[in-house]
């Protein structure tokens, strides 16, 4: 086999391949995602003097949209926002919003509105109607929460009735 042939062979390997990595963002991952979440909160009128409600349930949120980006953005980029509360009387918790890119069947947020750590590789899985964050070795906490929560492992449920 001459070399022009095995340049060909690795030349076509290389275009099956590069679709896999970078393909368009699958649609089935729009939507809204929701979790409750256990929080303290306050507990009543005038509550700034009292100790607060720790049995508290509150609903996340994360939102998975087409981009917002007027540039036109890659087929592979999408909008991403959520927020995560452990203390809403602190107003404690995690939040996001920004661009992520679509790469080997998952999100990496990458591109948010507000600054984050140059460190922090958060992404974002689906699978079987739950989107999971991962943030293995805690490098976005300090960029995204003002409180002491984790993101790593946090799941969030696809809503199945429509957005109002």
Request: charged share 20%.
């Amino acid at each position: 086999m001459g070399q022009a042939s095995r340049h060909s062979i690795w030349f076509t390997a290389l275009l099956v391949l590069v679709p896999v990595s970078y393909a368009d963002t699958p649609k089935y991952i729009f939507g809204v995602y929701t979790r409750l979440s256990p929080t303290c909160g306050p507990s009543g009128p005038g509550s700034a003097d009292r100790p607060g409600d720790c049995n508290a349930v509150f609903e996340d949120q994360l939102e998975v949209a087409p981009s917002i980006n007027l540039n036109s953005p890659p087929a592979n980029t999408v909008y991403v926002s959520f927020g995560l509360h452990f203390d809403i009387g602190k107003n404690q918790g995690c939040f996001f919003s920004g661009d992520a890119t679509w790469s080997h069947g998952r999100l990496i947020l990458d591109q948010s509105e507000k600054p984050i750590d140059s460190e922090c590789r958060l992404t974002l899985s689906f699978s079987e109607g739950a989107a999971r964050l991962s943030d293995p070795q805690h490098k976005c906490q300090p960029s995204l929460c003002n409180g002491p929560g984790k993101l790593d492992g946090v799941s969030f449920k696809k809503r199945s009735d429509p957005v109002q």
